[in-house]
DNA sequence: CAGGATCCATTACGATACTG
DNA sequence: CAGTATCGTAATGGATCCTG
């Protein structure tokens, strides 16, 4: 997800937007700070399943885009914040859309699926 | 992208829905297909870059997922036609957004980046 | 607390060649 | 035309241990 379209016509945007967007945490950990500042812990939390190492390197890429700002307090204990940018709440429709979407359809699209293993009990 | 995600619990419906659209071309594939039906060629020359590997398995994941349809033409020269379904077209505004995005970022931000090689000269 | 370093497995992606 | 088969690279994801 780190390629080089790069200079690709203009079709296709969506396929630049995903080389940025895409993998499986992005979007994740954007619809998290949408919601506001978040610590790395506290994304670390947010975010069941992901390593560490996954959530810095998430954050340092999303970072390296312009999508969200990290701030360090170099106090006792470290504390670093996370906050989304201006261009990173640009965003804020989509993952909201795509948050419903996901909701949508693993409640109503996948019980009917085509030999789904969700018998009405 | 295809792991097992599935029991998550209600947070992060954005994190399963990446596991099924994420990647570099899923979403590229769809928002071709929302401007109606096309022949597997067409895909193809349509998202220059992409192989016909590529191309071939994307589409499967999507028709398992019940995104787009396949449907074959037993003709001399064979032909196939994709398109989408219900649910696939449930994605066509998340397609758009996306799409719009992806230009506008590559427009407007990228031009404007911190220690980007476009000093106003 | 927030991470870096290292090692390892799995998956995504791609180039090329071949086929019904 | 619309694939399949084979092979290789790179990215992703994770476990564990270490540090300012």
């Not at 919601?35 to 999303?62: C, D």
């Not at 390296?64 to 906050?83: F, I």
């Not at 989304?84 to 359809?105: A, M, N, P």
């Amino acid at each position: 997800m780190r390629s080089s379209i790069e200079e690709a016509p203009d079709h296709c945007a969506i396929e630049f937007a995903m080389e940025m967007l895409g993998g499986r945490w992005k979007l994740a950990i954007l619809k998290q700070l949408v919601a506001g500042t978040h610590r790395f812990g506290e994304l670390r939390r947010a975010l069941p399943g992901i390593t560490q190492r996954m959530l810095t390197r998430q954050l340092r890429e999303l970072e390296a885009d312009g999508l969200v700002t990290r701030t360090v307090y170099r106090e006792v204990p470290p504390r670093v914040e996370y906050a989304l940018t201006d261009v990173g709440h640009s965003l804020e429709s989509i993952t909201h859309e795509l948050d419903k979407w996901g909701r949508w359809y693993r409640e109503t699209v996948r019980r009917e699926a085509p030999s789904g293993p969700c018998p009405p009990a």
